[in-house]
Nanobody
Framework: QVQLVESGGGLVQPGGSLRLSCVVP????????MAWYRQAPGKQRDLVAGITKSNSTTYADSVKGRFTISRDNNENTVYLEMHELLPRDTAVYYC????????WGQGTQVTVSA
């Protein structure tokens, strides 16, 4: 079973920043494009940002200009830098492959509130 381990979430005020990390098994990291997803309470899980092995990126319109996805090939880690956070960014954030899905990790909770 694939283990994806997300971390870095927390409580932050509107306008604040967080950096999420996801450690990916090396065989998965070296083969697949990766992505961050999020799921707010009562809503479906949506794509937030994706990154290919050649570092091409894609973002949901709602986060463009505020979030940046990156990958560290030495650490088998995918990052999500989040700035100018808004209450509507509150969700559990997950990482997974971009075009296929492995088993989901536990995710990391991001709460944006004053």
């Amino acid at each position: 079973q694939v283990q994806l381990v997300e971390s870095g979430g927390g409580l932050v005020q509107p306008g604040g920043s967080l950096r999420l990390s996801c450690v990916v098994p090396s065989n998965i990291f070296s083969t697949y494009s990766m992505a961050w997803y999020r799921q707010a309470p009562g809503k479906q899980r949506d794509l937030v940002a994706g990154i290919t092995k050649s570092n091409s990126t894609t973002y949901a319109d709602s986060v463009k200009g505020r979030f940046t996805i990156s990958r560290d090939n030495n650490e088998n880690t995918v990052y999500l830098e989040m700035h100018e956070l808004l209450p509507r960014d509150t969700a559990v954030y997950y990482c997974n492959a971009l075009f296929i899905r492995f088993s989901w990790g536990q995710g990391t909770q991001v709460t944006v509130s004053a």
